[in-house]
Every structure is written in structure tokens, then in C-alpha cells.
């Protein structure tokens, strides 16, 4: 994840040095890395390090889907395979599209058809998981007794698309 770069200015040199020399001095040991993010922030007037990096973020704005593509494509590996299941919902829909994307439309399947679809599109080896998740999502169907599947053809959102592009282009030939 890349890191988030958090810009820090003062207006007035001399009292934030005032304020680092007297936290300093109240020390009785080195200050650790964190401690010292904390001392910094608390000299430019924040009450800790995490404090001014929300204020960083608040003034960032929200993200933007080129920002979400770019946070979920991390969880492809150069194969277009899905390496590991994330944390986010919204993270692991987007990423179920591309696991749908490569299930053939209008056709059955057995369960056993339907995991080598999605047993080639995934690396971390829980195909129940991702199987389970597009009959919940309404992206696969399935018969009452879980014989035969079924791909709902629905019509993906722009990001949702913009992740299948970028994924799928990069699938061997």
C-alpha cells in the first residue's frame, strides 16, 4: 500500500523549535520514531502525529475511482489471477466482476465446471469463498440442490468495468 505523504509546515520557525527543545527535555531516553512524528506534531500545534495526518486526509478529499482500480488491481497478480480475498466489501465486489467476466454466458455448469472457472482465476485457493460470494452478489445462479450454475448476465458499474479492462488485457494469449 503506498504510503501517505503528509506535507507538515509551520509559519513560524523559532516557537516550534521552542516546543521541540522543552518535549525534549522532559525526556529521559532518545524519543522512538513514532514518538518523534508526535513531539513534531504537537510543536505545529496538533495534539499527536495521527491527529495532523487526518487533517492531511480530510484536506486530500475523497478518492477517486481511478484511485479505487488502482487499490483493487493490487489484488491481481501479472496473470490477471486474484491473489488474496480483501478486506473491503466494496474491494472484494469489484473484484468478483472479474472472476464473472471469465464464466462463459448462457451456458450450465456443474459445480465441478463452475470451480475451474473460478479456480483459474484465483491464487489463494478458496474457490467456496469467491463461489459463494457471486450467487450472494446475484452474479451467479444456482439450482436449489447447488447442481447446476448459471452466469446472470447484469451489466457492470464504470469501475467495475475500468477493473476488467485493466485486468483482462493483461491474461496471456
Given at each position: ?39 513534531l506534531a ?99 445462479a444456482r ?28 491474461l496471456p494469449?
Open positions: 500500500m503506498p504510503k501517505t505523504l503528509v506535507p507538515f509546515a509551520v509559519p513560524d520557525l523559532s516557537p516550534l523549535a521552542k516546543s521541540l527543545r522543552s518535549q525534549l527535555a522532559s525526556l529521559d531516553h532518545p524519543p522512538t520514531h513514532v514518538e518523534m512524528l508526535n513531539l504537537k510543536a505545529g500545534g496538533y495534539s499527536n502525529f495521527q491527529s495532523l495526518r487526518a487533517d492531511v486526509r480530510a484536506d486530500a478529499g475523497p478518492a477517486t475511482a481511478s484511485d479505487r482500480i488502482a487499490r483493487v488491481i493490487r489484488h491481481f497478480d501479472a496473470e490477471g489471477r486474484m491473489q488474496r480475498w480483501p478486506g473491503k466489501t466494496s474491494h472484494q465486489d469489484l473484484c468478483l466482476w472479474v472472476i464473472w467476466s471469465r464464466i462463459p454466458p448462457d451456458q450450465d455448469f456443474s459445480e465441478r465446471d463452475i470451480n475451474t472457472f473460478i479456480q483459474a482465476g484465483h491464487s489463494f485457493g478458496d474457490h467456496a469463498l469467491l463461489r459463494r460470494s457471486l450467487v450472494d452478489m446475484k452474479m451467479l439450482t436449489q440442490d447447488g447442481r447446476i450454475y448459471r452466469r446472470i448476465e447484469k451489466q457492470p458499474d464504470a469501475d467495475a468495468r475500468a477493473l476488467m479492462d485493466a485486468i483482462n488485457p493483461r494469449a
